[in-house]
Every structure is written in C-alpha cells, then in structure tokens.
C-alpha cells in the first residue's frame, strides 16, 4: 500500500481521513482478491478430486471481484490514477485545462450520484432478496457498493472544491 506513487492529477493533498479509508479498502480489496485465487482453487480440486461443484464458492468469489472494483476506484480517484485521457489537456493553456479537468470531476461526481440513485431505486425493491447459492440479503452486497460509490462522489467533490480553490491543474 505504501507503493501508491504521488499523486500527479490532484491539485493538493488530500484529507487525511479519505487517504486512511481509500487505503483501508485498498487492502481489504487485496484480501478480496486472495479469496478469489483460494475459492478458485477449491473449486477446481473439488471438481477434479471429488467430483463436485462448490456454488457458495462459485458466488463468493464473483461477489469478492465485484466488491474489489468498487473498493479501489474511490483509492485510485483520490490519487488521480483512475482512467483519464490527457494528451491534449496538458497542451492547453491554464483556463482551458483547469475547465477541462472540472468537467471531468463532475462528470465523476454524476456518475456516482447516478448510479447510488438507481442502486436506491433497485435496493427499495429487491433489498430483502436472497442470494441463489449463499441465501444472504441483497442489502449485504450492495451496501458496501453504494458506500463506495458515496465515498467516491465525495472524493470527487473534494477535486472539484480542491482545483477551484487552488487553480492548479494536473502538472
């Protein structure tokens, strides 16, 4: 975790409290990952040694990689190391730039609002689901997703607060 590089989009240093929680998720995400590689490989020695299949295993692990996704994009938003395209951002002047990576905050921020919106609008209907293999409530899935997405759209409020007061745009 100490190997993040610094951060080269962000225009200042960011919260104590959002860096200690994104690289808390950061490693339960790796943890997540391990498990994935452990009930894989149960799976396969069940299905060879025993002929038998492991569906709680199966479900997990597609659990654990969707929740991983969620976990790192907060840390990776917060570095500014998240997907961005920047060969003509950087050749612009200041003013155009600094709109440039406005925009792109924003539209980060809209993802997110939109997307904890309709997971609202889907949790009010199937919260008390259950899961096919596991039997657990839907809510225990997609409530850890929606409160990495409320930390990524807070995260990417504190981009756009940071790049307005600072007028410092990606170097």
Known sequence: M?????????PSTPPRVLDLVTRGLLAVSTGLLLL???LIVAQIAAR????????????????CGVLAVYFTAPLLALHGQHVAVDVFTTMM????????NLLAETSVMAFG??????????????????????????????G???????????????RIA???KG?????
């Open 2 to 10: 100490a190997d993040i590089p610094p951060d080269t989009q962000s």
């Open 36 to 38: 994935i590689i452990v």
């Open 48 to 63: 060879n040694v025993w002929n038998m299949g492991l569906p709680r295993a199966e479900e997990i692990s597609r659990y």
């Open 93 to 100: 002047p200041r003013l155009p730039r600094l709109a440039c």
């Open 113 to 142: 609002a939109l997307t904890l919106w309709g997971g609202w609008l889907y949790l009010e209907r199937a919260w008390k689901f259950k899961t096919p293999a596991l039997g657990i409530r839907n809510i225990w899935l997609y």
């Open 144 to 158: 850890p997703i929606m409160a990495s997405l409320l930390l990524l759209c807070a995260i990417a409020l504190w």
């Open 162 to 164: 940071a790049t307005l």
């Open 167 to 171: 007028g410092r745009t990606a170097p």
